[in-house]
């Protein structure tokens, strides 16, 4: 038991240099804030990956230790490890997950994908969990090290659990490489550990290989998402009504919280110049209906909720605000005309955002396109008018917002992500050298 403590200890101390280290390595970032946009201006872009053709698997993966700490994460590992179980018929699944990891047979050692944690307070307040997590993951892997360690997103963890694992010699793949490009790029000296990071965006491949890390880009896992287009509950418009905006508050309780009343202001002057404009809030995490249904009752404005449904209500809207993050780019996949919102409440998370990142655009799509594609909202007290104006001027030019979905389809979402990343965790695996 002293290992696994010593580990955690070595992570505990880890962490608190790093909070410490935090405002010096920012305010590093924001002096070289130019030399980094120039430099992710000239990154390469990976060509979209073939479809692969399914091969039997030259050995049996008998156990595989997983990490994902959210909703989306846990959306992606979901579909992968499905597959992989497939590949391998006797596979165990166990690590850090949330009920559908369950469903699917994982032994879920902590619900991290449950909590719904983001930002420092989210975090410090579970912070005895996310301890016991690492504890109990640094035993597992020094008493019982599997095949190899599935970590995916969620990297403020998971840099933690990728270190421990390579101390213990157990192969690591890292699903969707954290965007270290953007907001961090001091954190690659961890991640560049991994023995492979899959990248799903077509620039991160150039951008991890030159900073000495082993990466290869897949396609985004969104293009099977967008395919299979399956909800718990699809949605149908009711008789009548329409044309519809969609309200995408985002999958966290924080980001709900700071976007769903300014979205809903919005609509509300939005709908005083169209008057036949009617309103939908999808949202497939049914547990935070409790939140979002009083913020809808105290609206002036009449939303229909579609509970159990995301993908569906998209084909028959018209124009969305959307929080960013992964469900801006499934917008902008769709051709729905949108603009991307995203309020904090903290007015140094705001400054941050607007001077520190070392990227010209937040949203995804508008990264893979190279231009301002989906206006972008970001900051501290956002006005509703200007959410109103903006979508106003994207919903009058829906042709433009086609056009750019043809192009992301072509540049960035190639057809059998997940079976890519299953080959290449099977393929790393049998390249680990023993140690």
């Known amino acids: 038991m002293l290992a696994p403590a010593f580990d955690v200890l070595r992570e505990f101390l880890y962490a608190l240099v790093d909070l410490l280290l935090a405002l010096p390595r920012h305010f590093w970032a924001f002096t070289q804030r130019t030399r980094r ?11 979209i990956p073939p479809t692969p053709s399914t091969t039997p698997p030259a050995f049996a993966l008998r156990h595989l230790v997983v990490s994902c ?20 018929p006797n596979l165990r699944l166990s690590g850090f997950g949330g009920c559908q990891l369950e469903d699917l047979g994982m032994e879920v050692w902590r619900p991290l994908a449950d909590l719904n944690v983001m930002g420092f307070r989210d975090v410090a307040a579970q ?15 020094r008493q019982h090290p599997p095949d190899a360690v599935l970590l995916v997103d969620y990297p403020g963890l998971n840099r933690h659990l990728l270190r421990i694992a ?52 897949i396609g985004h896992p969104l293009a099977e998402q967008i395919a299979a287009a399956e909800d718990p509950c699809p949605w149908q418009p009711p008789d009548q009504q329409g044309p519809w905006v969609a309200l995408l508050p985002g999958s966290r309780k924080r980001e709900i919280k700071e976007n769903l009343p300014l979205m809903l202001a919005a609509a509300s002057l939005l709908q005083q110049q169209k008057p036949e404009l009617r309103f939908v809030l999808p949202h497939l995490r049914q547990e935070l209906w409790p939140l979002l249904q009083p913020i809808l009752q105290e609206s002036t404005v009449e939303v229909t909720p ?24 499934e917008v902008a996949a769709r051709g729905v005309p949108a603009v991307v919102v995203y309020q904090m409440s903290s007015r140094l998370g705001s400054w941050l955002a607007s001077h520190a990142l070392s990227v010209p655009h937040v949203a995804g799509a508008n990264l893979i396109l190279g231009r301002r594609q989906m206006p972008e909202l970001l900051g501290h007290h956002l006005q509703p008018q200007a959410l109103c104006t903006a979508l106003l001027q994207q919903m009058q030019d829906a042709a433009q917002a086609r056009s750019a979905a043809e192009e992301l389809h072509t540049h960035a979402f190639a057809p059998g992500t997940t079976l890519r990343a299953a080959l290449a965790i099977e393929s790393t695996i049998i390249s680990e050298p023993s140690p």
């Open 166 to 217: 390579k101390r213990c010699h157990v192969p690591v793949v890292d699903f969707i490489a954290p965007q270290l490009w953007a907001w961090a790029p001091w954190r690659i000296r961890d991640f560049r550990r991994a023995d492979l990071l899959l990248t799903i965006l077509p620039f991160e491949e150039n951008w991890y290989c030159q900073h000495g890390a082993q990466a290869k880009y």
């Open 306 to 329: 579609a509970v159990g449904a995301f993908h569906s209500v998209l084909s028959h809207c018209i124009g969305a605000w959307v929080v960013s993050g992964t469900a801006s780019l």
């Open 69 to 88: 700490g959210d909703a989306s994460g846990q959306a992606h590992a979901l579909r992968l490890c499905r597959l992989l179980q497939q590949r391998h």
């Open 37 to 47: 946009l120039a430099e992710f201006e000239q990154l390469q872009s990976a060509p």
């Open 127 to 141: 912070l005895p969990l996310f301890f016991s997590a690492v504890f109990l993951f640094a035993k597992e892997m």
